[in-house]
T-cell receptor, first 114, second 110 residues
């Protein structure tokens, strides 16, 4: 069974802390994504990566960075957490192709910044 | 800049067919129609996709109009576990990311 695993289901951090959200996939997928989901705003793409050490900004990259040192792992970094980064964070992966593929999502990490 | 339009909510009785509409009047020839759903407190789950032909799998059927400007996702025998937000997404072939709209909240009742 294919799997995208996010390291934490719930996380509480203090304002100003550096926060790491980890995502691992076991499907040997080339593409990996980070989204955040907020009530009324839906899912918004933060960053994505189409290969190791490669990254592209999504729609809302401000305040975030990412790291992809290994194919199976994609990390989202909040350099200095702020309360407006309180959200549900979702990781996804998909294989490289001409686009005719499905994406697999993790269960999400609900981050609260206090 | 919404590429799809869906009703915000729909109701369905358990055991009946759920027909979820989606308008994508500006769809291009190289764009697929994808459907995902998100059950409460879970990540989105792929359901089905198509280009211009109707498609069916174990979860659902996808009916795309001949002009491709709209589509309907059909859950033939809805169950309580089908209660979820359903997202219709158009996606360019060769482009990896998915852009989610607000979707349709489907409530299946006993």
């Amino acid at each position: 069974d294919v799997k995208v695993t996010q390291s934490s289901r719930y996380l509480v951090k203090r304002t100003g802390e550096k926060v790491f959200l980890e995502c691992v996939q076991d499907m040997d997928h080339e593409n990996m994504f980070w989204y955040r989901q907020d009530p009324g705003l839906g899912l918004r793409l933060i960053y994505f990566s189409y290969d190791v050490k490669m990254k592209e900004k999504g729609d809302i990259p401000e305040g975030y960075s990412v790291s992809r040192e290994k194919k199976e792992r994609f990390s989202l970094i909040l350099e200095s957490a702020s309360t407006n980064q309180t959200s549900m964070y979702l990781c996804a992966s998909s294989p490289e192709s001409l686009g005719n593929t499905e994406a697999f999502f993790g269960q999400g990490t609900r981050l609260t910044v206090v | 800049d919404a590429k799809t339009t869906q009703p915000p909510s729909m109701d369905c009785a358990e055991g009946r067919a759920a027909n979820l509409p989606c308008n994508h009047s500006t769809i291009s020839g190289n764009e697929y129609v994808y459907w995902y759903r998100q059950i409460h407190s879970q990540g989105p789950q792929y359901i089905i996709h198509g280009l211009k032909n109707n498609e069916t799998n174990e979860m659902a059927s996808l009916i795309i109009t001949e002009d491709r400007k709209s589509s309907t996702l059909i859950l033939p025998h809805a169950t309580l576990r089908d209660t979820a937000v359903y997202y219709c997404i158009v996606r360019v072939v060769g482009y990896s990311t998915l852009t989610f709209g607000k979707g349709t909240m489907l409530l299946v009742s006993p």
